[in-house]
């Protein structure tokens, strides 16, 4: 390996079953069972499955209701997301004492370039045995990591380190989970015949609809695709698609590692210990979160084009809503306003489960368009009503920075009823 | 109708009168111009519903006669054609043009017709060609040149002073006013909303002509006025509804004033504005720094980079920045006509006001961009 000391410098990082994980570390007993956490309602779905439930067929994304016929000793369990959200926190610290140089992607993955870390921590595949063994040790959990040249190879490797299962001959059939590799290492050499062992669905960008159209030209494999060549893909699916199927093939992928703290997104959002009908509820919460987020951006002179509102159904499914407005908002009330006009879009007849406020597609404070003002808007009155809520931001901002949030707060914001999490988020996409 | 003229004696009537025959509210068929012949005045005629413009041209007349053309094809023609000759020869259907050895056969366009306007008063009064000119062109541009969100901001306010006329226009961004002294346009205490693209024609008839003296004779009822300029008569609906109240806005008082040059400044504009690629991006300000030593401009953009330049000036006031669109600076910066301007600030979200150094017939005044 080490002829390819330098080159092997991006790791994915990607937790087993995570969310079940989660539950079994809560509640040993579950240990061994088909568990699935998700919407325990007629209309709920599957988040995550564990293993044994996958051996019965059951996968994220499917109605519980179908799971359960799949797999009638199913245990649906209700999504505990605050401990996700802590134990994801855990994960990014112990990744955190590595390298800065890490890519969150969800609860669950991030890649890592560890191109900075090599004289600390030794070669790429020592590191991600550390990481490996660290998060087992340290949040008890399993994950799985992938070595490799790039984020496409690096993803197939971690995905390649994962435990398997399979059924018993019954009876009584049970479900035989096999541990995995934990690491696997993709060495330059090997990234040939690597790739080669996978079918084209496995490559990420190459959908079930793609997968179907290369199919009907008789592009049955990798091989198949690599063959036919660059130009007639194109001829065949347009230049964006098929130059991207080209790279895939032959396992290119530009793509760079982004530092997590080069922020794309900076959010605050909740999970709510019931499901919220009341739009009064839900329109003070934006409120006290637009300040919140407009006060992180500022601290790091960050100005964001984009104002999103994300919001999660009882049932699971998720919906994020987004406007950017030709003047980016420079205060809370006019994050809140954006949002609130975000919220007018979206039903909340099915009862709201999590709510949150991100902001994105930022720029520096400096370099950032404003807005043209008018000389009718609202007369003398409004031009003096702008600044002065800036004002107030500005006061709020340096008491939460001495007193802690929530030290001060405008009287309507006292929330009728409290949230049983609220998290900060920053992450890239 | 038959007539024979010189190429270059048509060319200007028919390109001057074409300018009002657009397709903006067409009249149903493709935009056209009417050529009327009497004895050897041939009159020309290019209209839209809110705007006529008519022009008469001596020819060698030989049938009396009218017929519409399609605007674009004729002015096209008769541009290609080399300078010279030209003979129009037709009935109520078609129309011959010949030239040399070309020839053209033009038929009325289907459904071509053009805007009659009802009889305005006799009287009129005379205007100064140049000096309203001057007058349009500090003022026209601070108009709104799209009718979408409020029609009478796309008008020109003409309204009577004590001591003459003062034009006014606003787009809500900016707004510019002009006083002319001496001129008696208006009975004392009215005033008029003409649309800013009719003035525009104007100023631009006026601007192409050498005549040092020339005079504009203008006529207006309660829904149309007519400008009068040489052989051109043009004439435009006014424009309904309420001109906002402009003199609310106009601040009491500065507490911070710079006089700089017009054209160092302008031309320092210019350059920073170069960073500034998508010109319709109107959000990407100059900022400018007024301080004792002048004014420092900069324009920051994520995509490209960013551009400073100081320009000196002489500064009364506290230290502040203001940010502006470049595209409305510089049309206050060029508006001004004396080599010396002053520009006043109050702060970075009230309004500016630019003017002549030590006149005050002529002010610009531009609401900043909010960057903070």
Request: hydrophobic letters at 40%; aromatic letters at 4%.
């Amino acid at each position: 390996m080490a002829k390819d000391e330098g080159k092997l410098d991006v790791l994915h990082l990607d937790m087993d079953c995570f969310f079940v994980a989660v539950e079994v570390k809560d509640d040993p007993s579950l240990a061994g069972l088909p568990v699935a956490v998700g919407g325990n309602t007629d209309r709920g779905v599957v988040a995550s499955a564990s293993y044994e439930a996958r051996a019965f067929g059951v996968h994220a994304a499917m109605s519980t209701a179908v799971a359960k016929r799949q797999c009638a000793d199913l245990v649906i369990i209700s999504p505990h997301f605050e401990r996700y959200t802590q134990m994801n926190r855990e994960l990014l610290r112990i990744i955190e004492q590595v390298t800065p140089d890490y890519e969150p992607i969800a609860f669950d993955e991030a890649f890592i370039d560890v191109a900075g870390a090599h004289r600390l921590f030794g070669t790429s595949e020592e590191i991600a045995r550390r990481l490996h063994a660290q998060v087992h040790d340290e949040l008890g959990l399993s994950c799985s990591v992938g070595v490799a040249r790039n984020k496409l190879l690096a993803k197939l490797g971690s995905k390649a380190a994962k435990p398997t299962v399979q059924m018993s001959q019954g009876p009584p059939r049970r479900a035989l989970v096999m541990p995995g590799e934990g690491v696997t290492v993709i060495d330059t050499d090997r990234e040939y015949q690597f790739l080669h062992s996978h079918g084209l669905r496995a490559l990420p960008g190459i959908g079930p609809k793609t997968a179907e159209r290369m199919r009907a030209l008789g592009l049955n494999t990798i091989a198949d695709a690599v063959e036919v060549g660059r130009a007639r893909l194109i001829a065949h699916f347009g230049a964006s698609l098929g130059s991207q199927i080209d790279d895939l093939v032959h396992g290119i992928d530009h793509r760079r590692v982004h530092r997590s703290r080069e922020a794309r997104s900076i959010g605050t959002e909740t999970t709510f210990d019931r499901d919220i009908f009341d739009p009064d509820h839900l329109r003070s919460q934006i409120f006290q979160f637009s300040q919140r987020v407009i006060a992180r951006a500022s601290a790091q002179g960050l100005v964001a084009r984009t104002v999103s509102l994300k919001v999660r159904y009882s049932d699971l499914t998720l919906i994020s809503r987004a406007n950017t407005p030709d003047a980016p908002p420079r205060s809370g009330e006019e994050v809140a306003r954006l949002a609130l006009g975000l919220l007018d879009h979206i039903s909340i007849e099915r009862g709201i489960r999590l709510l949150g406020v991100h902001l994105s597609n930022f720029v520096g404070a400096e370099t950032a368009p404003g807005e043209q003002l008018s000389l009718f808007d609202g007369g003398e009155a409004d031009q003096e009503e702008t600044p002065q809520t800036r004002r107030l931001d500005a006061a709020r901002m340096e008491i939460a920075r001495r007193f802690g949030e929530g030290a001060l707060d405008h009287a309507s914001l006292v929330a009728p009823q409290r949230a049983i999490s609220r998290n900060d988020i920053e992450r890239p996409h | 109708m038959k007539f024979r003229t010189e190429r270059d004696n048509l060319l200007d009537a028919l390109i001057t009168t074409s300018r009002a025959a657009s397709a903006r509210g067409s009249l149903g068929g493709a935009p056209s111009l009417q050529l009327s012949l009497h004895g050897n005045t041939l009159d020309l005629t290019g209209s839209d519903p809110d705007l006529v413009i008519e022009s008469s041209i001596e020819v060698a007349g030989a049938n009396n006669g009218s017929i519409l053309l399609p605007a674009r094809l004729i002015v096209d023609i008769v541009r290609s054609l080399s300078a010279g000759a030209i003979t129009f020869d037709g009935g109520s259907e078609e129309m011959a043009i010949t030239s040399g050895k070309a020839e053209f056969k033009v038929r009325v366009p289907v459904g071509a017709e053009i805007t009659r306007i009802a009889p305005l008063p006799s009287e009129g009064i005379t205007l100064p060609a140049k000096r309203f000119a001057e007058g349009l062109r500090q003022v026209v541009r601070a108009a709104l040149t799209d009718d979408a969100r409020a029609p009478q901001l796309t008008g020109v306010l003409m309204a009577a002073t004590e001591s003459g006329i003062r034009l006014v226009a606003t787009d809500s961004y900016r707004l510019a006013f002009c006083d002319l002294e001496g001129i008696s346009a208006l009975a004392q205490g009215s005033e008029v909303l003409i649309p800013a693209r009719a003035l525009g024609e104007i100023e631009r008839l006026i601007s192409a002509s050498n005549e040092e003296d020339q005079t504009i004779l203008f006529r207006h009822s309660e829904f149309d006025a007519v400008f009068e300029v040489g052989n051109v008569k043009l004439t435009t609906r006014l424009l309904k509804g309420n001109f906002p109240d402009y003199q609310r806005l106009l601040p009491p008082s500065y507490p911070n004033n710079i006089e700089i040059s017009r054209d160092e400044l302008g031309a320092a504009v210019k350059r920073v504005r170069l960073m500034v690629r998508d010109s319709k991006d109107a959000t990407t300000p100059v900022r400018i720094n007024f301080s004792g030593a002048g004014a420092e401009l900069r324009v920051l953009t994520p995509e490209n980079g960013s551009a400073a330049e100081m320009v000196e000036g002489t500064y009364e006031g506290e230290d502040i920045t203001v940010a502006f669109n470049p595209n409305y600076l510089l049309q206050g910066i060029e508006a001004v006509q004396s080599d010396t301007l002053t520009i006043e600030l109050i702060d970075s979200a009230k309004p500016a006001t630019l003017r002549s150094t030590g006149d005050a017939n002529y002010q610009y005044l531009l609401m900043p961009v909010r960057v903070s």
